[in-house]
């Protein structure tokens, strides 16, 4: 059972639409981070979000934490060919003394020019 | 780019047989993971290690050993390889556990378990 579910799986859009990629769960996560994934590469953090309701902007991408810390979304505006990629979420769940970082399954962008 | 380095990228190998992934770095990070990543799974977290010759299982620790001697290396190893372990390893670091710290990737290591 995923922990984390991600949505859509797989996204094809045109260059310069938006679009929203979602991360829940029917857990509470303490932080949640985003990672992007190229193609025989490892992925790289785009960022940490910890409190309820934080939303963070970098550039082009905006990302909110769920008033309840259970979801996050991803908004991408005007997307470019090189937003393309495998986008992860990734939620830390604290169990007694013991922390683990979960991961999505992640959702594939394409970005058509 | 950080510091790490897995060997070797790719391998190839028969059902029955050893396999050994390694994992260095040189970034002084204490604490390092094994991930495998598989389609419609994400990444899954396999062992991870807190500091030399302390690890720790992950969700899918079956069929899977680690060892960590130095604080730079961290090695896994398939005693027995079987084709549900086929599959692209990862290795990360991070400076902190969990959320409160960035996870480093590696490059990734591609084994095929005929």
């Known amino acids: 059972t995923q922990l984390l579910e991600q949505s859509p799986q797989f996204l094809s859009i045109q260059e310069g639409e938006n679009l929203t990629v979602y991360c829940n769960s029917s857990?509470?996560?303490?932080?949640l981070q985003w990672y992007r994934q190229e193609p025989g590469e490892g992925p790289v953090l785009l960022v940490t979000v910890v409190t309820g309701g934080e939303v963070k902007k970098l550039k082009r991408l905006t990302f909110q934490f769920g008033d309840a810390r259970k979801d996050s979304s991803l908004h991408i505006t005007a997307a470019q060919p090189g937003d393309t990629g495998l986008y992860l979420c990734a939620g830390e769940v604290t169990s007694g003394s013991a922390r683990q970082l979960t991961f999505g399954s992640g959702t594939q962008l394409t970005v058509l020019p | 780019d950080a510091g790490i380095t897995q060997s070797p990228r790719h391998k190839v190998t028969e059902t029955g047989t050893p396999v050994t992934l390694r994992c260095h770095q040189t970034e002084n990070h204490r604490y390092m993971y094994w991930y495998r990543q598989d389609p419609g799974h994400g990444l899954r977290l396999i062992h991870y290690?807190?500091?030399?010759?302390?690890?720790d299982k992950g969700e899918v620790s079956d069929g899977y050993s680690v060892s960590r001697s130095k604080t730079e290396d961290f090695l896994l190893t398939l005693e027995s390889a079987t084709s549900s372990q086929t599959s692209v390893y990862f290795c990360?670091?991070?400076?902190?556990?969990?959320?409160?710290?960035?996870?480093?990737f590696g490059e990734g290591s591609r084994l095929t378990v005929l």
């Open positions: 990360a670091i991070s400076a902190r556990f969990g959320n409160t710290g960035e996870l480093f």
């Open positions: 290690s807190y500091g030399v010759k302390d690890t």
């Open positions: 857990s509470v996560f303490s932080s």
